[in-house]
C-alpha cells in the first residue's frame, strides 16, 4: 500500500504547461506574476492559459469579440434567478446551480470536436461574469445590465453589476485582481474540475464541480472571511488586542500563510498596492492601515505572511461590492484556469482513482436483525 499523504500534499497527480509554483515563484505558462501583474490584461491571460502563448492583436481583438457577444444570457436565465435570488441564498451556491442550468442552452454542450470545445470554453468564460452580476443585481430587485462593447472584461463585470461605467483606477484594480487570481498551479478547484472531467464528463460539470470545492472557507470562500474580521476591527488602536484575543481562542485568522508558499505570497504585493491606492481615492485609508497593522502583528505574532485574499478583500470593498459576492468573483477569473486544466486533462486523461487506507473494523458477521 502507498504511503498515506493527508491532502495529498506533495503527491503529484499531474503534468500541466498552464501554471508553476517553483521557490515560492508563480508563472502562467512560464511568464512571472510580476511581469503580467504589471502589464497584462486579463483576456491576454485567459489566451496565455488556454494556449501557453500570449496573443497578438488579432487573436485578443477576435476573442475580446466573442467574450462580448457571449456575455449576455438566455432571459430564461434571468427568469430563473428570481426563483431564489434572495439574502439567504449565497452566491456561490448560486453561481453552482446557475453554471450547470446555462448547459441546457449551449446546444453542442455534449460536442467533442476541439474547435468546439474551445468555442464553449469561451462561452462559459463570458457568461460566468454576467451569471455572478445578474445574481447580484436580481436579489436587490433590479434588472440586469447587458455588457458594453467599449469595455473590457474587467470594466463590463463592474458596469453589469452596478450600472454605472466604472472610472479607470476601478478598471484598473479589478483587472489586476482578475489576472493574480486566474490559476495556481494545481489548487484543490483545479484539481476537482481534472477529477470531473477525468471520467470524460463534459466542461460544465467540470467547472460546477469547481464552484463547489471554490465555496469553502478554506479555498475561495477566505477573502470573504477576511472583510468580515476587518468590519470587526473599528479603529487600528483595536487591533493588537483583537489579534490576541483571537490567537489566545485558537480562533483561525484567515489571509494569512499558504501550504505552497513559505516566503510569502508573490501575489499579495500587487494588491496590497491597489488597496492602498483606491481606499485613498474612495477615502477609506483607515481600512487600509488596519490592513497593515493586522499584517504586522501576524507576522510578529505567528510568523505567517498575508496572502492574496487578505488584500483582496480591501479592495473588492472598496469598489463597493458586496462582500459575499468575493468569491464568486475570485470564481470568475479562476474559471480561465479551470478550463485550461479541463483542456490538459482531455488532452492526456487517465480518470482519477486514488485509494483508500482503510481502518476501520474487519472480519466482522453478518446478525440477523433479531438478534442485533
Known amino acids: 500500500m502507498a504511503e498515506l499523504k493527508k491532502?495529498?500534499?506533495?503527491?503529484?497527480?499531474?503534468?500541466?504547461?498552464?501554471?508553476?509554483?517553483?521557490?515560492?515563484?508563480?508563472?502562467?505558462?512560464?511568464?512571472?506574476?510580476?511581469?503580467l501583474a504589471e502589464n497584462a490584461e486579463f483576456e491576454e491571460i485567459i489566451y496565455l492559459l488556454w494556449h501557453y502563448r500570449l496573443p497578438?492583436?488579432?487573436?485578443?481583438?477576435?476573442?475580446?469579440?466573442?467574450?462580448?457577444n457571449y456575455m449576455t444570457l438566455n432571459p430564461r436565465v434571468y427568469s430563473h434567478f428570481e426563483e431564489y435570488a434572495t439574502d439567504n441564498v449565497h452566491p456561490m451556491t448560486a453561481l453552482r446551480t446557475s453554471v450547470s442550468y446555462i448547459a441546457h442552452f449551449d446546444p453542442n454542450a455534449e460536442d467533442e470536436e476541439d474547435k468546439e470545445k474551445l468555442e464553449r470554453a469561451i462561452r462559459i468564460q463570458a457568461k460566468i461574469a454576467s451569471l455572478v452580476t445578474a445574481f447580484a443585481r436580481v436579489r436587490e430587485g433590479k434588472e440586469?445590465?447587458?455588457?458594453?462593447?467599449?469595455?473590457?472584461?474587467?470594466?463590463?463585470?463592474?458596469?453589469?453589476?452596478?450600472?454605472e461605467l466604472p472610472d479607470?483606477?476601478?478598471?484598473?484594480?479589478?483587472?489586476?485582481?482578475?489576472?493574480?487570481?486566474?490559476?495556481?498551479?494545481?489548487?484543490?478547484?483545479?484539481?476537482?474540475?481534472?477529477c470531473a472531467v477525468s471520467s470524460l464528463s463534459d466542461m460544465y460539470s467540470g467547472i460546477v464541480a469547481a464552484v463547489g470545492s471554490l465555496k469553502g472557507p478554506l479555498h475561495g470562500g477566505a477573502n470573504e472571511r477576511v472583510m468580515n474580521m476587518l468590519s470587526e476591527v473599528k479603529s487600528i488602536d483595536e487591533v493588537e488586542a483583537y489579534i490576541d484575543n483571537k490567537i489566545e481562542n485558537k480562533e483561525k485568522i484567515m489571509g494569512f500563510g499558504h501550504r505552497v508558499y513559505k516566503d510569502g505570497d508573490p501575489r499579495a504585493?500587487?494588491?496590497?498596492?491597489?488597496?492602498?491606492?483606491?481606499?485613498?481615492?474612495?477615502?477609506?485609508?483607515?481600512?487600509?492601515?488596519?490592513?497593515?497593522?493586522?499584517?504586522?502583528?501576524?507576522?510578529?505574532?505567528?510568523?505567517?505572511?498575508?496572502?492574496?485574499?487578505?488584500?483582496?478583500?480591501?479592495?473588492?470593498?472598496?469598489?463597493?461590492?458586496?462582500?459575499?459576492?468575493?468569491t464568486p468573483i475570485f470564481a470568475v477569473s479562476r474559471t480561465a484556469g479551470w478550463i485550461a486544466h479541463i483542456f490538459e486533462q482531455y488532452r492526456d486523461n487517465r480518470i482519477m482513482r486514488p485509494r483508500a487506507k482503510y481502518i476501520g473494523e474487519k472480519d466482522r458477521k453478518y446478525v440477523p436483525i433479531e438478534e442485533r
Open 56 to 68: 497578438n492583436k488579432e487573436e485578443l481583438h477576435e476573442l475580446k469579440e466573442k467574450l462580448f
Open 168 to 194: 479607470d483606477i476601478e478598471v484598473e484594480a479589478f483587472n489586476k485582481a482578475l489576472v493574480l487570481h486566474a490559476d495556481h498551479e494545481l489548487n484543490a478547484s483545479a484539481f476537482t474540475a481534472r
Open 269 to 326: 504585493k500587487y494588491l496590497k498596492e491597489m488597496s492602498r491606492k483606491i481606499t485613498e481615492e474612495t477615502g477609506q485609508k483607515q481600512l487600509f492601515d488596519i490592513s497593515v497593522k493586522i499584517a504586522e502583528q501576524m507576522k510578529e505574532k505567528k510568523g505567517l505572511i498575508a496572502n492574496v485574499d487578505f488584500y483582496s478583500a480591501t479592495v473588492y470593498h472598496s469598489l463597493n461590492i458586496p462582500h459575499d459576492l468575493f
Open 144 to 163: 440586469p445590465v447587458k455588457p458594453s462593447k467599449d469595455l473590457n472584461y474587467a470594466g463590463n463585470f463592474l458596469y453589469m453589476l452596478k450600472g
Open 7 to 35: 491532502g495529498l500534499e506533495g503527491v503529484i497527480a499531474a503534468e500541466t504547461k498552464v501554471s508553476s509554483i517553483i521557490d515560492s515563484q508563480l508563472t502562467y505558462a512560464g511568464y512571472a506574476i510580476d511581469d
